[in-house]
């Protein structure tokens, strides 16, 4: 067939020839599939393997490295007891893990009022207000999108159970990594610090060995590639489902057939998740903290820099990461392995979407911003409802200092609009927040754990809840994906779009054009031609 491209002049019509080898058919072929990318699955159960070896050998290597006596004193471990006492007796040092301190119950400061609760809550919404003013077109063009996914969920339902089986999965690998990673914590080994003395003799402490922060970096590597897996086997359960309800409503598999598929491109489903795991660590490296070069003389050419590595970063994120999504999809309709569908994709998506891929941002931009600002007002709850019960006082910032104050807000924000890391934040923060409360409470009696507890709580709650929301709203970008792919391919085999719903939500897009299609037999018909979608 001929396919007409619509450049910027609109009076001016390029017809490029599109070969049967460069689309594919407007069906999704869930049947007799076969197993595709062999290879990746291989590395993949590999690499989780040693993932599991890894996090039980630090499970096997852990031990809490103190423990309360009959008379409630605290002592250190018998565990460790040996390697403390011949390293106290050659060093002769009567501080740190050498001394033991009693515990003398503890006394509380008291909290003055709470008011800046208040303040906080109506200034996020009152810029919720001015947000939803500045962007109401865009919002409501979102809706619009957001509507039609909703749809299509309630025509199939059995989408949501495979979403549900996912997240499961998702979640008992959360918090077997969680164990993980808290537990790496309490692996140490008694040693004399180096280069320190106090009082004319070495002093001895718990160290970490230098094999825990090799398999901790391994560890961290190995979920990301997991979680990432998860959202592509969740994609191609929904692109399964969605897919073959546009092209053959009459023909649909059930969701068992959704989820077997995923078995059978395990492998591609690895690589691409593979490929977006490697985008996503170039693009922290790239956006790593670097706050020297901010505090620098040479500030005028190092921040420039950095700003332009973050930039970048992001950009190859996300183009890879969208780039897979769309390969993920055409290989569920086709079953032809990752390399084969990314080309194929490309070229579909080229002919109808400026630049080759789909960038409807308005839809990701509202449906993220919405799970945040809920998980936001969810953790500031929580916060209120833990510093009224326990009588914290937190929420004051006369009560606990201006930039403390502060820095409980960046955590809170930081960590809930990136969950996954902020749960590392918040167990990394509690273990050495805890040790210094429980070595303060013991020297001078007095408790600080009521200055804490209730920031940690709220900001794990808005972890929970972030990642809930965005497990939903990920459902819905997928089906919206799935869609956006649905209608290139039927432009690309002539279907007829004329009067249908999705067709005229294509044709509000900013930049929308029309495009005629030119058939073998040369009879023209009136078609249009999909545009990116800016915001």
């Known amino acids: ?69 009959g008379n409630g004193d605290k002592q250190i471990a018998a565990y460790f007891l040996s390697d403390a006492q ?56 979102a809706a619009k999108v957001i509507s039609h996914s909703t749809i299509a969920m309630k025509e199939n339902p059995p989408i949501f159970f495979g979403a549900i089986v996912v997240k499961l999965l998702f979640a008992g690998n959360a918090a077997l990594f969680v164990y993980f990673f808290a537990e790496s914590f309490n692996v140490a080994e008694v ?25 901790d970096i391994f560890l961290s590597i190995s979920y990301l590639w997991t979680i990432l897996l998860f959202d592509k086997m969740r994609l191609s359960i929904v692109a399964t489902i969605v897919g073959s309800w546009h092209f053959h409503p009459e023909d649909k598999p059930s969701i068992f057939v959704g989820i077997k598929n995923v078995f059978t491109s395990f492998g591609t489903l690895s690589i691409s998740a593979l490929i977006s795991a490697i985008a996503e660590y170039i693009n922290k490296m790239l956006s790593s903290e670097s706050w020297t070069s901010w505090i620098s003389p040479t500030i005028c050419i190092l921040a420039p820099l950095h700003l332009l590595m973050c930039c970048c970063g992001a950009c190859l994120s996300t183009v890879v990461k969208m780039f897979t999504k769309f390969s993920v999809i055409l290989h ?51 916060w209120k409802w833990i510093d009224d019960e326990f009588d914290c006082g937190t929420l004051n910032k006369d009560s606990v200092g201006q930039m403390q104050f502060i820095l409980y807000f960046i955590m809170l924000f930081f960590s809930i609009y990136y969950p996954v890391l902020g749960m590392y934040v918040i167990i990394v923060i509690n273990k050495f927040v805890q040790d210094y409360s429980r070595d303060a409470l013991e020297s001078t009696g007095e408790s600080f754990n009521y200055l804490w507890i209730p920031p940690l709580a709220a900001t ?75 915001a």
């Not at 929301?469 to 085999?493: E, H, R």
């Open 1 to 69: 067939m001929l396919k007409a491209s619509a450049n910027a002049n609109p009076s001016k019509v390029e017809r490029t020839l599109v070969a049967t080898e460069d689309t594919v058919p407007p069906k999704v072929q869930y049947q007799n599939r076969s197993f595709t990318d062999i290879w990746g699955a291989v590395v993949y159960g590999l690499t989780y393997i040693a993932y599991l070896i890894c996090g039980f050998i630090i499970v096997a290597k852990s031990h809490s490295r103190f423990e309360t006596d």
């Open 86 to 141: 011949q390293c106290c007796a050659d060093t002769g040092s009567t501080t740190g893990m050498c001394t033991y301190f009693p515990a003398d119950g503890a006394r509380r400061l008291t909290a003055g009022p709470n008011t800046t609760s208040r303040v906080i809550c109506f200034g996020i919404a009152i810029a919720l207000v001015a947000y939803d003013i500045w962007a109401r077109d865009k919002l409501m063009f």
């Open 191 to 215: 040693k004399k610090s180096e280069g320190y003395y106090e009082n004319g003799s070495e002093n001895c402490r718990f160290a970490s060995p230098s094999y825990v922060t090799s398999i």
């Open 332 to 382: 569920v309709f086709t079953g032809q392995p990752f390399v084969g569908s990314a080309k194929s994709v490309f070229k579909i998506l080229s002919r109808h979407f400026k630049g080759g891929f789909v960038t409807e941002v308005t839809s990701r931009s509202v449906l993220t911003f919405g799970s945040y600002a809920f998980s936001i007002g969810i953790a500031m709850i929580s």
């Open 460 to 534: 794990f709650v808005g972890c929970i809840s972030m990642m809930m929301f965005t497990f939903l709203s990920s459902i819905f970008l997928d089906i919206i994906d799935t869609l956006f792919l649905c209608f290139a391919i039927d432009m690309d085999n002539n279907v007829d779009l004329s009067n249908t719903e999705f067709e005229s939500l294509v044709k509000e897009m900013p930049g929308y054009t029309e495009a005629e299609i030119v058939s073998v037999d040369g009879s023209l018909e009136l078609k249009k031609e999909g545009a990116e979608e800016y």
